[in-house]
């Protein structure tokens, strides 16, 4: 028997239920277990998916749970990480990794020593559409890409541990880097706006610079929005790539395609829209999925050791993350040395 732990039952841990259930209907597992402290509430969740539950982390490995992940606040992530791989559990950690980088450093070191699989919840980089975004720029579809702009705004309360740059800006910086094949910028600078929380912002604009050789000596700059303020607008999920030749669009909340915006050489005349936007063509993806149905599916897979090789959201990528997170912070003022 195959089983799925899934700690904590909030608004993303829900999904990671509802997912897994799906996954398990498909047959690729065979049981989805979930832990949650708030009894009332596993409870009405287990209803609805048809699961077991429990209130106890430690009582997961006694179900034949092989594999959890975890969708707890940010606080809890490192203590539950390490005592569920000492307990031999293969695991996924929803971002941030930790609290700071020492916390994260740790996690990893007992990852090392166990021998358990541990991914990092980085969803975006399974999403169909950035790797799509990836692989055009990787083969010169856009030219030398000039600038990134990158949005990701909602309107909710602020949540009491982090704040936007590590709960919604983490995805962006880690993308921005993603998509240029892996290059840390050079500099970060930016501003953000403190919310009725002390120590905790809900606005932040954050702007990238990244080395001038890697995009035809220029140079990139990328522009990341964030809020939780988004009041005229709502939930927006955007990313656009503008390069010499092209440009693309992605909308997070699609998952079966991007646009490419055409414009050879920097192209301006009426054949590539004047003043306006160039002619736009579909990039449809054929075979895609929702990011975390990808995200989890590829977890299942490698810790059945069906699947091998270079993962995409390993504890690498979220304790780098997380280091851009800490300059983005530092810069913005809400992180002291």
């Not at 309360?157 to 993603?178: Q, S």
Request: aromatic letters at 6%; hydrophobic letters at 40%; charged letters at 25%.
């Amino acid at each position: 028997m195959v089983g799925v732990g899934v700690i904590g039952t909030g608004y993303w841990g829900r999904n990671h239920v509802r997912t897994f259930c799906a996954l398990r209907d498909e047959g690729l597992i065979d049981e989805v277990v979930i832990c949650d402290s708030d009894e009332e509430r596993a409870t009405i969740i287990a209803s609805e998916f048809d699961c077991k539950f429990v209130t106890n982390a430690e009582s997961l490995s006694s179900l034949g749970v092989s594999m959890v992940t975890i969708a707890t606040p940010t606080p809890s992530h490192a203590n539950l990480a390490i005592s569920m791989m000492r307990a031999g559990l293969d695991v996924l950690v929803e971002k941030p990794l930790a609290m700071n980088i020492k916390e994260a450093e740790e996690i990893k070191a007992v990852a090392e020593e166990t021998g358990c699989l541990l991914l990092v919840g980085h969803v975006f980089r399974h999403h169909a559409g950035v790797r799509k975004a990836a692989e055009m720029i990787r083969n010169g579809k856009l030219g030398p890409v000039r600038h990134i702009v990158s949005e990701r705004l909602a309107v909710r309360e602020p949540r009491e541990d982090i704040g936007v740059i590590a709960a919604l800006g983490i995805h962006d910086l880690d993308i921005c880097t993603d998509i240029l094949g892996g290059i840390r910028p050079v500099s970060i600078r930016g501003m953000a706006n403190e919310s009725e929380i002390k120590g905790i912002e809900d606005h932040a604009d954050l702007l990238l610079e990244f080395p001038a050789d890697i995009s035809g000596g220029k140079g990139v700059m990328a522009a990341i929005h964030l809020s939780w303020r988004s009041r005229i607008r709502g939930k927006v999920r955007s990313l656009e790539v503008i390069g010499r030749d092209g440009s693309l669009y992605v909308d997070y909340m699609d998952h079966s395609g991007i646009w490419f915006y055409s414009h050879p050489n920097n192209a301006q005349g009426a054949e590539f829209g004047g003043f306006g936007a160039a002619p736009r063509e579909r990039v449809e993806i054929a075979i895609s999925e929702p990011a975390l149905t990808a995200e989890l599916r590829d977890f299942i897979l490698r810790s059945k050791g069906d699947r091998n090789g270079i993962t995409l959201n390993g504890v690498d990528v979220g304790i780098e993350g997380m280091k851009l997170v800490e300059d983005a912070l530092r810069v913005t003022g809400f992180l002291s040395e």
